[in-house]
């Protein structure tokens, strides 16, 4: 089927209206990420970074440059779970003031062991739930079935492997019930 001038006009239009109706959508939790923020940076007693939302388009779900948190367009449509751990992390680079140095694994790891610092002070979390969103983030429900994390590419990040193993050393006490990667539960602890 050939359209017309008319309906390609017409197709763009809706094309455009899709795309400023998901745009709507996904920047209506903005006041929801920057009150988030806030609330970090208060727990800290300091004054709440900068936002800036763009549709980045080179894979990052969000950095930091010069103190700004930039997370992606489509970071605003993350499970509300997945959106904190995102700007905790954001905001613990800006806490550790290490967003300058570039991404090394190691960096990125203790930068993540702050996040979990960040979510129990912003939401009055345990050290358990805060380790919980950062544990499942990297795969970790995958880990406590005896299965390998699902590998993405995270610049800079190293292997959500190394990310898990780190937050086990950096919090102990969870080790009572999350595990390392290469774990095998005992047969009676397979859930079906």
Known sequence: MQLTWRGTLLAALALMFVGCAETQRLMARYPEA???VTRAATAYGQQPPSMHVSATGNGWVAYVQDGVIHPDMDT???ADW???KVLAHEYAHILLNNFRNGGTPALENETDAKGVEVLMKADNLSEREAFDIFY???GGWRVLKGELP???DAKGHGSLCERIDYLLVRYPV???WAKPCGYKPATAEVQP
Request: proline share 0%; no cysteine; aromatic share 16%.
């Open 34 to 36: 920057e009150a988030f």
């Open 76 to 78: 605003l449509g993350f």
């Open 82 to 84: 997945r959106l904190k």
């Open 136 to 138: 499942r983030y990297a």
């Open 150 to 152: 699902v590998v993405r």
């Open 174 to 176: 969870q080790a009572t």
